[in-house]
């Protein structure tokens, strides 16, 4: 179960402290049990330094947060498309808001992962920047308002018109593209309301990380996803 | 055999394709071999997402070659210097001439790594820089005047005044700060020579990384700085 | 003539110090005698500190190299759109090869250009950069192969396609952009070529700046225009 | 009287709408009757298109709030040292708490200044910082802790152990460099309790132009230094 299904719940680690090292293993097992248990996939995508592991000894896909639009060579400290590859990830998150690229980077990294065969999930702050980014033709494209992002207000509640906006005018340009939602998920009707609104998934992370219980959560996530 | 001691031989693998994933673990190997045959502390910096692997399996220091000045949580594809520390590196390159970071920065990640007892290779590109970083008191400088690196011309040689007055200033300022010296160093001599003008050993990254034989090379530093 | 027709020669001044401060002027000035005697409509892109400047004594449209993406406030030593405006500019460059900005910001400044009733000047890389950029709604869409920047080989016989490629695909997307192409043009047949494949115009420097003959050359590229 | 001395009063404009275009020459002829009148030195940082301007108009020390480590030529957007002198600056910021650089580039403007006479004041977040950069050899060093800008608690009142710390420890590394302190700063007696603790001047902004009078807060501050 290696390979990517819609819909989605893709879990970014960010560098939480409950989420690195063992208890980003430990994190990634409970979303195997949920994504076993309820058929739904899950995608992950923990810190560099935990993506072997991880990839090793968990049945789920596995994404980079960020990869360097560079070439294999001279650059220390940068993230190779290559490693996060030959480490195991299926795909990497391009320009989250947290590491946004310039333009003609993000081109530049969706063409190096589609040579390398990863998937490209570009995050977006607006309905514009989504339909620009549409016709670089990623895998998929994650829209997170980013006044919302760790608020707790989802934004398929607080702008739903944002979400069904994005996903019209980013088909018309590319039918091709996936888009997900992010930013303010916390609850299994923010993650059907998503869907209804058109999306492919969630993109979520306090939600499920600094909650006391991922495993429920993501389970109230995953049978939303099946109520659709 | 995991602390550090000097005369230290340490490789940068930067993101060159012959020392990521598998073929960073047959190096590191390599490494290890020389190192315990000959008694030589080598450390090495591979790619983050090689790290865990390599601190498991092979017996010499391991470092990061980078990470961001940043507490744990909202950092979405940034480098955690706790993340670092779990995998297992005993410590990090700090401001390589390929991926310099801000003064004020500096000084956070060598309390960071103070705090979290990470070893700090700070990377200056002349003496001026060396002497303004030692007063921030990192456990290494590693000086790298950076028109010669990747050159094949060993600072050493090239400017031999240069790591001479390093020494001599950073002395002063904190003479608990060990120089090392890179760029250009690909002989056994050129380490000779940077252990006779005062360093504590060398930083090499294609010297060793891009030869056809690095087992022969490293043996080759190794034996040098015994004759010192 | 303030205001911008089409076609347009837009010469950026970039940090030449055969174009800063007095050379600046006397370069505005021989700008404003060749548009003057030719009937050609030529923009002028002089550093920050010059704008105030030539837009009092040459009547010419002048645009700034770089705005940054924020409000009035709290910005020390950047950019505010609103200063530019107020020194006289009638438009900005964006993203310049030189000055590559982030795709939000792009969005961003792009929109406050429109609300300031200023021109902006995308520049682009390639032909997807330039689509890509296109659904963001800026004024002119600058084209400049990086490669060819500086070379003096023109991108309009080097890459033809590239320009007519550019031209009908942002036409698509978006029929109001006007196109521009830059990058190694050095004589009055590249401004020739670069008409003739669909653009409104050129964006040079070094061909213009860095000659000896620089009123010369401009009324070269003039004569040009008014030969298509 | 453009020639600077200490006391010193700097008043960075960042980019404040009441402090752009006409209203920053409005400010800068009120700073002017006040130096005057109180014989104090007041130095103005301007944004960069309104340095020339006010250097013709206005009899006063000018300051570019940053200047970049770059020589003439292809550096479009950016701020070249030579340009801001020829507007008339007498110096610069360098390393703002907004406008950070790398450490490698602290260490290229100061030289860069020296050798074109312009006066470096470089700013620091703490006193480590301080020291670090008073080997680099600035004109100046302008602590500003990041957590009291703007908040109208002076540094001199909520840590006067950080300003007397910082004096005597830059003093012994390098007795030429002159002290500022910044943050904060909003009455005359915190710019008497600055020069007390040993600085030589202040670095002020919101707490100048922000207020409704900046004359009559400039003249207290005036007067407080003529009290020490």
């Known amino acids: 179960m290696e390979a990517i299904q819609t819909p989605i719940i893709l879990v970014n680690f960010k560098t939480y402290i409950e989420a690195t090292g063992k208890k980003a293993m430990l994190l990634a097992r409970k979303a195997e049990r949920v994504s076993h248990e309820t058929g739904t996939c899950i995608g992950l995508a923990p810190q560099y330094t935990d993506i072997t592991e991880i990839t090793r000894s968990v ?3 596995t994404f980079a947060q960020h990869v360097d639009p560079i070439d294999a060579g001279s650059s220390t400290g ?3 498309p290559e490693a996060v590859k030959q480490a195991g990830a299926v795909g990497t998150l391009v320009n989250h808001s ?3 690229i310039r333009l003609a980077d993000i081109d530049s990294v969706i063409q190096r992962c589609r040579k390398l065969d990863l998937v490209s999930v570009v995050c977006t702050n ?3 920047v989504s339909v620009s980014t549409a016709t670089l033709e990623p895998s998929f494209i994650a829209i997170e308002p980013p006044e919302l992002i760790g608020t707790g ?3 398929s509640k607080a702008k739903p018109e944002i979400i069904s906006d994005t996903v019209s005018r980013v088909r018309k340009v590319n039918p091709d593209v996936n888009v997900l939602c992010g930013a303010g998920i916390t609850q299994g009707e923010d993650v059907t309301a998503a869907l209804k609104l058109g999306t492919k998934g969630v993109l979520v992370a306090s939600g499920v990380v600094k909650t006391k ?3 429920r959560v993501l389970t109230e996530f995953a049978e939303a996803i099946h109520t659709v």
């Open 213 to 215: 219980e991922p495993e």
């Open 126 to 128: 607006n309905t514009n």
């Open 153 to 155: 207000v989802p934004v």
């Open 98 to 100: 947290e590491r946004r």
């Open 59 to 61: 049945d789920l896909p």
């Open 78 to 80: 940068h993230i190779l």
